[in-house]
């Protein structure tokens, strides 16, 4: 088992930035695909934004994102990062990492997701 833990979250206005991180305890982070997902209080969880294996040239967005949030990688660090800018009050949410191992290529399905964090929790203020 791979431990994922995330750290960044916090309290921020409308139209604020935050930066998560996302560390994984493995000599293998260049090979898994990275994907970071969210879920709101009542709601299921929803797919935010994924990035692929090794350099992470490519990346996949949201709808509700796109534009707004950024993903990138170091795998110097074992880490994965989510930027978000001009953060709205409904992207208020508990904000989950996950590792595609081995990667199925940039997926929005979480089941092909195989290991987790605990979440950060992200609150945006009106």
């Known amino acids: 088992q791979v431990q994922v833990a995330e750290s960044g979250g916090g309290l921020v206005q409308a139209g604020g930035s935050l930066r998560l991180s996302c560390v994984a305890a493995t000599d293998r982070f260049s090979r898994y695909a990275m994907g970071w997902f969210r879920q709101a209080p009542g709601k299921e969880r929803e797919f935010v934004a994924a990035?692929?294996?090794?350099?992470?040239?490519?990346?996949y967005y949201s709808d509700s994102v796109k534009g707004r949030f950024s993903i990138s990688r170091d795998n110097a660090k074992n880490t994965a990062y989510l930027q978000m800018n001009n953060l709205k009050p409904e992207d208020t949410a508990v904000y989950y990492c996950?590792?595609?191992?081995?990667?199925?290529?940039?997926?929005?399905?979480?089941?092909?997701?195989?290991?987790w964090g605990q979440g950060t929790q992200v609150t945006v203020s009106s």
């Open positions: 990035i692929e294996w090794g350099a992470g040239t490519t990346t």
């Open positions: 996950a590792a595609d191992d081995p990667a199925h290529g940039l997926t929005r399905e979480e089941r092909y997701y195989d290991y």
